[in-house]
């Protein structure tokens, strides 16, 4: 009889992702309808403009990294398993999750960087230059946090590939809108030309798949940690040997 694995996929997590884009898609599109009517309907456009914030797509982005947040510190009070990265590990990943779900509403580096005097990613070369150790500093815990945590991406690594390949995809997607795209943007284009409007659309539909690639690999790694402590922990019941009649001595 052919048993099931018990790492074997579970369509939850690919039902929320396309859940998600779905949601994605439509936010996209609302906001198209919004520039194309030229911002007349005040209410949809404060609702869904993508180039502010407090509305409904930066909320629908928090939401999604909150999602990551809860999962991963859903993961770190499971017990353990010799496939199993640390309580401490997803901890740290849930409190990062938790605080860039708090930037998409708080806008914290949006205030830090107002703060150092620059918004894009140019202020980091001369900050750097002027705060030399302060970085190497940053560079050395950086490098003893990974050390600490390196068991723990060497496990993810060789028992759940294919999530870490996800959550790769999702980090590289979302810097790549929100850091590279925005950047670009603001800088060479015309806030008011129809090529703007182009960057806004790839930029935060890039950050809120990003988040949603993000989402599906917690979900998935999750799953898998479930299933495979649920294998562990079943024993398998000793088969009850019957007893045989007694024969009666015929009289």
Partial sequence: MRTQRPDSANPLPSRIFLTALSCELI??????????????????????DLDS????????????????????????????TDRRPSRVFFSLAGVGALYVSSDETAQIHERVTAVIGARYIDWVPPFAAQNFFFVMLLIAGLVTVGQLLA???????????????????????????????ETLGYKFLDSNSIW???????????????ASFILLAALQLRC???????ATTTRVQPKKVQALPKYQAVS
């Fill in 224 to 230: 898998r940690i479930r299933s495979r402590l649920s």
């Fill in 151 to 181: 068991d723990d991406f060497l496990k993810l690594w060789n028992y759940h590939r294919r999530v870490v390949l996800l959550f790769v995809l999702g980090i590289a997607i979302g810097l790549t809108g929100g850091m590279v795209v």
């Fill in 53 to 80: 914030e407090g509305n409904i797509p930066a909320w629908f982005s928090s939401s999604q990294l909150f999602a990551v947040a809860i999962t991963f510190f859903s993961c770190a009070l499971r017990k353990g």
């Fill in 27 to 48: 936010l996209v599109a609302i906001y198209w309808l919004d520039v194309l009517t030229d911002g007349r309907f005040q209410l949809l456009h404060a609702l869904f």
């Fill in 196 to 210: 703007y409007r182009v960057e806004v659309t790839a930029e935060e539909f890039m950050e809120m798949l990003g």
